[in-house]
């Protein structure tokens, strides 16, 4: 279960997405989503890729500024962000900045069974570039409540509105889609002054055949001198006039408060974490400048060595019998080596040898031999004496430890 829900700056940058991939970042029942500047931030799509944003069963999801920046997408990708089952969704100004749209990619923002408001500021969507079949695409499906807020400078090659009917009463929410943009509407889209409104324009520039394409049905079965009544009929300059009145009231309103405390409690953290690292650095420090002291002079340096003397070799084990063996050679005591004081040849002859090879990855083992879970080879003397004889297809031997 999430509540508020800050994203930090950076969250997810510098992805690069291969050919076919899908990149996927869902949130289930938060209250306040908030996408803070840079959450977004140079990302790369390759043909046929797809990123997506899924907030389901959420209450309001904010999109500060510059949350989504720096996204190039390549053949047929998609960015889709998908508010399902929610009530608030908002664009701060400049919330999705510097978006290439090509070669019939597609960038999809989702409003569905949502109670509240998909609104946007003005300038929520800036250097939008679509081209080769490039499309920016709302989906708006049974939620009533929307604005769409355009800068009139923005370019579009097209913006769809699916799923959603438009009524006379819709005019204010799309009044400021700019008037050289080509909207596609659903073919059954009744013929209200919302529509009217849309292809006012248009009508006088597109070919016959492309408005077509975007028109619903009604608008096309009827006449020029029949939409230029039916124009009139809706009074366009009053009734944006007083859209524009009421917007005035529609403020876009961000909680980053939210943010602003938990940046607070990371950064109480953060400070508590940096005081502990210098209060370790300068115990180091202090250390090493005593030990420097203490060893700077043999007169110091001599008593700390015995000490470490009498501890580190006080209690060491006795002296191992060294062997030597070539391949296919028979093992030999190299007692001569060995003081006679250090090495009781009888207490030897009633031990037991361990003795280890270690192997390369070439080596092979030659059978038979004794193993138990100790050890690879047992060597012992018996009472008689007799020679042990160990053959090796690999020299030399390594180490050699006393089996107590």
């Known amino acids: ?40 931030m140079n990302i790369s799509q390759r043909t046929e890729s797809k990123l997506s944003i899924i907030i389901t069963n959420s209450l309001d999801v ?15 990708s998609l960015i889709d962000i998908w508010i399902k089952y929610g009530r608030n ?11 290439d749209i090509w070669r019939s990619s597609i ?41 769409f807020r355009f800068n009139q400078s923005i370019t579009l090659e097209r913006l769809e509105i699916v799923d959603r009917i438009l009524y006379d009463n819709d005019l204010c929410r799309i009044s400021q889609i700019p008037a050289h943009i080509p909207v596609k509407l659903v073919q059954n889209n009744l013929c209200s002054c919302s529509v009217f409104y849309l292809y006012r324009r248009l009508r006088h520039t597109l070919n016959p055949l492309v408005l077509k394409d975007l028109t619903p049905l009604c608008y096309f079965n009827l006449s020029l001198d ?38 607070q409690l990371n950064s109480n953290k953060h400070h508590s974490s940096t005081f502990f690292t210098i209060i370790l ?79 390369n990855s070439t080596t092979e083992q030659t059978q038979p031999y004794i193993q138990t879970n100790k050890s690879d080879f047992i060597v012992s003397n018996d009472q008689h004496n007799e020679d042990i004889t160990l053959k090796l297809n690999t020299n030399p031997l390594s180490d050699i430890e006393d089996k107590q």
């Open 226 to 263: 029949e939409i230029e009544y039916q124009e009139n009929k809706c009074l366009f300059n009053k009734q944006i006039n007083n859209c524009q009145q009421m917007q005035k009231q529609i403020d876009i309103h961000i909680p980053n408060g939210i943010c602003y405390q938990k940046f």
């Open 1 to 40: 279960m999430t509540n508020d829900l800050c994203l930090p700056s950076e969250t997810f940058s510098q992805i690069k997405q291969d050919i076919n991939s899908t990149f996927q970042f869902e949130i289930d029942y938060g209250k306040i989503i908030l996408f803070t500047p840079h959450t977004f």
């Open 281 to 359: 650095i300068l115990s180091c420090v202090l250390f090493g400048l005593i030990c420097i002291y203490v060893l700077s002079t043999h007169k110091r340096r001599l008593p700390i060595l015995k000490i470490l003397n009498k501890f580190s070799f006080y209690s060491r084990r006795q002296k191992l019998p060294i062997f030597t063996a070539d391949s296919y050679q028979q093992l030999t005591h190299m007692s001569e080596n060995i003081p006679d004081d250090e090495f009781n040849q009888e207490q030897i002859s009633n031990r037991m040898m361990k003795i280890v090879v270690k192997y």
């Open 89 to 99: 969704l908002i664009f701060d100004n400049n919330a999705i900045q510097n978006i």
């Open 62 to 76: 904010y999109f500060m500024n510059q949350s989504l920046k720096n996204f190039h997408q390549e053949d047929r």
């Open 107 to 147: 960038m999809r923002i989702g409003f569905q069974y949502s109670s509240g408001l998909l609104q946007m500021a003005t300038n929520a969507f800036t250097n939008i570039n679509e081209g080769q079949g490039g499309e920016l695409l709302f989906q708006i499906i049974n939620s009533s409540d929307f604005y």
